[in-house]
């Protein structure tokens, strides 16, 4: 794993060891608001270039912070002592 990609899973660890509700909230949303972006690219792709690529710079932030969520929630429940169950 990339030491950029640790470096925020150890930041995002610490707040959400507080926070665990939350955390699952964010990554419900992250993945919901995923599965809305991709059918979306094939529609903006033939009309808007220009609004596709926002949206492509919106998904990416969403999709990198989906991992680093899901990387923190798998720790969180390690720290906890819980079984594993997304």
Known sequence: MSHFLMFFKRKSVEYWMKHEKKLRAEVQFNLRVSLILIPTYMLLWHFQIVLFIVLVSISGYIFFNLIVSLLA??????????????
């Open 73 to 86: 929630l798998q720790e969180v429940k390690a720290r906890l002592g819980r079984p594993n169950d997304s």
